[in-house]
């Protein structure tokens, strides 16, 4: 069974912190680069960050030195802490495989809200 469980979202002040969780069937997660890609509200979705099976990690520059994404390869789970949170950073978040097509299977997400 294909699945893809994205949890931790929240609001939270800026400059606060959130970790998010994934659970991934393992169809999609073994052996696979996993990325977090978040979308705004009138925004494509884009990538926030992403992890090779051996933990080579990837950032784009809006997100580098704050945040870090791990993956524990037992539990099938690839996670993302999120510092030093900025209102831009406001999205629902998703987990998938890296480079994962916009028409194949994504889960819920989970919403980030950075607001005071």
């Known amino acids: 069974q294909v699945q893809l469980v994205e949890s931790g979202g929240g609001l939270v002040q800026p400059g606060g912190s959130l970790r998010l969780s994934c659970i991934a069937s393992?169809?999609?997660?073994?052996?696979?680069?996993m990325a977090w890609y978040r979308q705004a509200p009138g925004k494509p979705r884009s990538l926030v960050a992403s992890i090779s099976s051996a933990g080579s990690t990837y950032y784009p520059d809006s997100v580098k030195g704050r945040f870090t994404i791990s993956r524990d390869n037992a539990k099938n789970t690839v996670y993302l802490q999120m510092n030093s949170l900025k209102p831009e950073d406001t999205a629902v978040y998703y987990c998938?495989?890296?480079?994962?097509?916009?028409?194949?299977?994504w889960g819920q997400g989970t919403q980030v809200t950075v607001s005071s």
């Open positions: 393992g169809s999609i997660f073994s052996g696979n680069v």
């Open positions: 998938n495989r890296y480079g994962a097509s916009p028409y194949t299977y």
